[in-house]
């Protein structure tokens, strides 16, 4: 706390153009880069890098490539959001040992150093030496052996007769300006004395800065450095919101900020990912995060619904949780269109454009036929599961919308109103057999009739409530058609669950990332469903 209280009141006297009503950025907010990370009751670390995670396998290669970097908490729902890419490996210029030969690891590859003359001739310590395991090791592929006439390699922290520093890199020797940027990437046992006829064998390249990741403060406020760049910070109720801790701060020179290039501040309150578990730090109230704010967390059905744990639960300060919108509140305008314009599947895995237009009929002209009043009426091709479809009671849907379903099932139910899927994924032959069906094909509209344009009438009827086959956003599995107990699917829009599901704009539906997939006011596909929607996720909310 007394941290805090020191630095927010240097926000206040030297920042103060910074300081004002953090913003609101709900969403998925992705980890800034930099970052080692570890999710709240979850063991495995990552490093955040050109917004992926990278796994960190061992302890021993934390401590060596990240022995100067603090370790930041977030939610396992957060990290999981985050792409997957390769494993971290150890620093160009880590010395490491396995099956009794000694490697020095340049431009990621592990160099054996011939023999114990060349070790001690390079300026290496025996002391800095790791060993390590087969895996560890064979992260790294094989490079050419380190021999007696072979340069520093790169990753070599070199000092020369003037006592500058410098690190060798791509060939190229890069100066290290200060001590504080010194610290903050190496140790002082790296170093290797070399002559200056050594040094200037190597050309000059751009300096050292510091490493992404770091909090840095100086006269002009607190900041995140990245590559070559700092991220202003714009005041304590956001830097607490990322879960960031006062005494990480590095308190830098002016001069030394100043080498890093000033980029998009941290304006916003840290919005976490929909469901991760939150608790008041103060006050021990729990809330659960949803897609327009927090929702308070009160009872055990609620918390199943929405959280995998409470091990899992991040703990927040006071302030931070006073700045956040709590759920049930209006939400930002949204008009019908934009629930249309919201659903693009293409963002969206496990699903591929429909790009050749299924058989209806199997009668070329009749097909035709259809599909020019289905165009016409707004019906566009869809995109198709190619996988990963979990089941929801009797019906199959994608694994974020089962999640995001049980969530408003179990919103529902706290206020006494009983909600259910009456259709989720529905195959091409599915949606065929159906409009089919309805069309009574064979029976009151033959195909030439069809095809001839004596059903027209007949057709865009049916079209008003049912898709032709590989047009119907059911065959993507982010559908649902929703109906309440004892209700006729066709009557939902007359019941309860309706009312609860579209007040305020729609808020109970989009705040758990569904919008209405036909919504009324929009010229497309059949008339207004009140019972379809599709999920969109965090584009839900403006």
Request: hydrophobic fraction near 35%.
């Amino acid at each position: 706390m007394k941290n805090r209280v020191f630095w927010s009141t240097c926000w206040l006297l030297l920042v103060g153009s910074f300081v004002s009503t953090p913003e609101i950025a709900h969403g998925t907010s992705s980890l800034p880069n930099g970052l080692v990370v570890r999710a709240k009751g979850h063991p495995e670390v990552y490093y955040i890098q050109n917004d992926k995670k990278h796994y960190v396998s061992s302890p021993r290669l934390l401590n060596a490539r990240f022995n100067n970097r603090a370790l930041t908490l977030t939610s396992k729902t957060e990290l999981d959001a985050i792409p997957q890419g390769a494993k971290v490996k150890y620093s160009d210029g880590t010395l490491m040992s396995h099956d009794d030969t000694v490697y020095v690891i340049a431009n990621g590859k592990r160099r054996p150093i011939v023999s114990a003359d060349v070790f001690q001739s390079k300026g290496y310590a025996w002391s800095n030496i790791i060993s390590v395991s087969a895996p560890e090791i064979n992260l790294h592929p094989p490079g050419k052996p380190l021999t007696q006439d072979a340069p520093l390699p790169d990753g070599s922290v070199i000092q020369g007769p003037e006592n500058k520093m410098f690190l060798i890199d791509e060939g190229n020797r890069r100066y290290i300006p200060s001590p504080n940027i010194f610290r903050s990437r190496f140790d002082w046992s790296d170093v290797i004395s070399v002559t200056q006829a050594e040094l200037n064998a190597f050309p000059r390249g751009n300096k050292v800065l510091f490493p992404p990741g770091l909090l840095l403060a100086d006269s002009q406020g607190v900041f995140l450095s990245g590559h070559g760049t700092k991220r202003p910070i714009y005041s304590p109720t956001i830097f607490e919101s990322y879960g960031f801790q006062w005494e990480n701060i590095r308190f830098v020179s002016q001069t030394e900020l100043d080498l890093l290039k000033t980029e998009n501040a941290l304006k916003s309150v840290k919005i976490y990912p929909t469901g991760t578990p939150i608790k008041d730090a103060q006050t021990n109230q729990e809330y659960v995060e949803v897609a327009n704010g927090l929702s308070s967390l009160s009872t055990t059905p609620v918390l199943q619904a929405y959280a995998t744990s409470r091990t899992e639960q991040i703990t927040l300060p006071h302030s931070v949780i006073e700045a956040y919108s709590h759920a049930g509140k209006a939400l930002a305008d949204f008009t019908p269109q934009d629930m249309v314009n919201a659903f693009t599947p293409d963002d969206f895995p496990r699903v591929t454009p429909i790009t050749r237009p299924p058989y209806i009929t199997g009668d070329a002209e009749a097909d035709a036929r259809i599909r020019a009043i289905a165009t016409e009426r707004g019906y566009t091709l869809q995109h198709r599961v190619t996988r990963g479809l979990v089941s929801q009671h009797e019906d199959r849907i994608q694994p974020q919308v089962k999640k995001a379903w049980q969530r408003l099932q179990a919103d529902a139910k706290q206020e006494e109103i009983d909600l259910s899927i009456f259709s989720g994924y529905r195959s091409i032959a599915d949606q065929r057999r159906i409009f089919l069906s309805r069309l009574d094909v064979g029976g009151e509209n033959t195909i030439s009739e069809i095809a001839n344009g004596e059903a027209d009438a007949a057709i865009t009827n049916v079209l008003k409530t049912s898709s032709i086959p590989g047009y119907s956003k059911h065959h993507s599995g982010y559908a649902i058609d929703i109906t309440q107990e004892n209700s006729f699917l066709k009557a939902f829009g007359n019941t309860a669950g309706f009312e609860w599901l579209s007040k305020n704009n729609y808020q109970n539906a989009r705040k758990h990332g569904f919008v209405p997939g036909y919504p009324d006011g929009v010229q497309e596909g059949p008339r207004p469903e009140p019972w379809e929607y599709v999920w969109v996720g965090e584009k839900a909310v403006k």
